[in-house]
């Protein structure tokens, strides 16, 4: 029997805060399994969510500082936490925060010192999963595939519907995965449109509330990333460069767009759910709890739609990642070329140990 106690610290686009999970990861039969022990979520400030959304645009110094500081805030994060369980550790793995993907460009950086998060905690760090993928040619995203490859593998599709909605399945016994749109990325800039104070659309009601512009879903629809059937992933800068030209006009209004852009995402996943055969479809991030969404989309497939208890949707990301960094440490594929496009199958992580 192999056993690992593991923190995953996961940062997503859409800047709802750090997840943290805390899991026995335990190889028995040469078949993993987890047992989750606990979670938490810290909201990020209002100094944080600055410096995150507008790091992308300072110098080369500013960056590395910003960098350097946000590791030891995801250390002070993770110190806080293990105090609070009272349990041994025997590593953390760290998604960090990503600012730039453009794989075209064999570019992907998440930030997060992983040297500042060893020191400030004293415990081995793997990070930097992304960049070794990209260098091989792939999209280095998404990751999630290869662990719920081991941890989920009872499901046919596991959608995820974060900053960006993904999904994984299988075909001719390889796992694919991609991502297929924008999600909160955009609804929560939308929600903040109609009023500074929201963080989110809760539950979609404002978006329930509004009315579709036929034109502006046409338009989005249209958009040739969905035309596409090879190996693609999406970053904000896309989002940037395509989504909102096309929404920040002025005869739009707040309810307009997110009733709008909420039924172009529930349009684009049914549209990848319904090519696939019948199964049950687990369905994890925050765009699990959007009920108008979820909704939309049990009219729009006729896949059997699956919502996991509170922590699942909460943390799935984080266990995986958490997870990630088991396979590194044993040094076993955690980035899978079927879903990437690399080169090969690979091993991501940059691991800092800060004892011998």
């Known amino acids: 029997m192999v056993k690992y106690t593991a ?3 996961m940062s997503g686009t ?3 805060g750090l ?3 805390l899991c026995n990861y335990i190889k028995n039969n040469e078949k993993w399994e987890f047992e989750f022990l606990g979670g938490k979520t810290i909201p990020y400030t209002n100094q944080w969510k600055k410096k995150l959304s507008e790091v992308e645009n300072s110098s080369a110094l500013d960056f590395s500082i910003i960098n350097s500081q946000y590791g030891h805030y995801l250390g002070k994060c993770a110190n806080e936490f293990i105090t609070q369980n009272k349990t041994r550790v025997d590593f953390i793995s760290s998604h960090g925060h990503t600012i730039f993907h453009q794989p075209d460009k064999n570019l992907t950086v998440q930030i997060g010192s992983g040297a500042a998060i060893a020191a400030e905690c004293i415990l081995p760090v793997v990070c930097d999963f ?3 993928d990209v260098a091989l040619n792939g999209q280095g995203a998404p990751l999630v595939p290869a662990g719920e490859a081991h941890l989920f593998n009872k499901y046919p599709y596991c959608l995820n519907i974060g900053g960006f909605a993904n999904i994984t399945l299988s075909k001719n016994n390889e796992k694919l995965a991609f991502d297929i ?3 909160n990325i955009v609804l929560n800039y939308l929600v903040k449109l109609l009023n500074p104070e929201l963080e989110y659309d809760d539950k979609g009601t404002n978006a329930a509330n509004g009315v579709i512009d036929k034109e502006l879903l046409y338009a989005l629809n249209a958009i040739d990333f969905y035309k596409s059937t090879s190996y693609k992933s999406l970053g904000k800068e896309w989002v940037l460069k395509h989504i909102h030209p096309l929404i920040l006009k002025e005869k739009y209004s707040p309810v307009e767009l997110l009733r709008t852009f909420t039924e ?3 349009i684009q996943i049914a549209s990848v759910l319904n090519e696939q055969e019948p199964g049950e479809v687990l369905i994890t991030g925050g765009g699990a709890f959007n009920n108008f969404l979820i909704a ?3 009219d729009l497939t006729r896949q059997k739609l699956i919502i996991p208890s509170e922590e699942t949707i909460l943390f799935k990301e984080a266990i995986i990642f958490g997870f990630l960094g088991v396979l590194r440490m044993e040094k076993q594929v ?3 070329k079927s879903v990437t496009g690399a080169d090969f199958d690979n091993i991501g992580g940059a691991v800092y140990w800060p004892k011998p």
């Open 7 to 9: 923190i995953g610290l």
């Open 14 to 16: 859409s800047l709802d």
């Open 19 to 21: 997840d943290i999970s």
């Open 130 to 132: 992304r960049t070794i």
């Open 181 to 183: 749109c924008p999600a």
């Open 264 to 266: 172009h995402i529930a």
């Open 296 to 298: 939309r989309l049990k």
């Open 334 to 336: 955690n980035c899978l």
